[in-house]
């Protein structure tokens, strides 16, 4: 019964999530179908800026406690990449719940090297892939321009 209880609170946040971006110019995110060991994100059909062929992919957790061990971070991110690969998608972004706040207020990560490819740079082998910045969900979708 707990198990399902967990499965259901991120199938809210995985819902929550994709609304939001729905109201912030995203209308073709949704929800995907989980493929085991070859699981490709939970959110599809977000899209970077330019040019429209760059399609990016969302991990969401929502979780009752915090994640402030450095270990479970790290967890998520290699999760976070080895979905972007099996999705073949541009981009990635790992979307964790803060607890008691709104969606809007999720933590938003992308690596350097994803946040180039979502605003269109060209030049991505130069962007680091292992440096991640830390933005709000509501900031992530000013800084791209996706309207309101």
Request: with cysteine.
């Amino acid at each position: 019964m707990a198990a399902n209880r967990l499965r259901d609170k991120g199938t809210r946040f995985e819902t929550e999530v994709v609304r939001y971006l729905w109201s912030h110019g995203q209308p073709e995110a949704r929800r995907a179908a989980q493929a085991g060991a070859h699981d490709q994100g939970d959110l599809h059909g977000i899209w970077g800026d330019l040019p429209a062929s760059w399609r990016g992919i969302a991990e969401c957790k929502a979780y009752k406690e915090w994640p402030t061990q450095p270990a479970v971070m790290a967890a998520f991110r290699a999760q976070t990449f080895a979905e972007r690969t099996n999705a073949g998608a541009t981009f990635a972004m790992l979307v964790v719940k803060r607890p008691n706040r709104g969606v809007e207020h999720a933590e938003c990560w992308v690596t350097l090297h994803d946040l180039a490819a979502m605003r269109g740079r060209r030049q991505l082998e130069h962007e680091p892939d292992d440096v991640w910045v830390c933005m709000s969900l509501s900031d992530a979708c000013l800084l791209m321009g996706w309207s309101e």
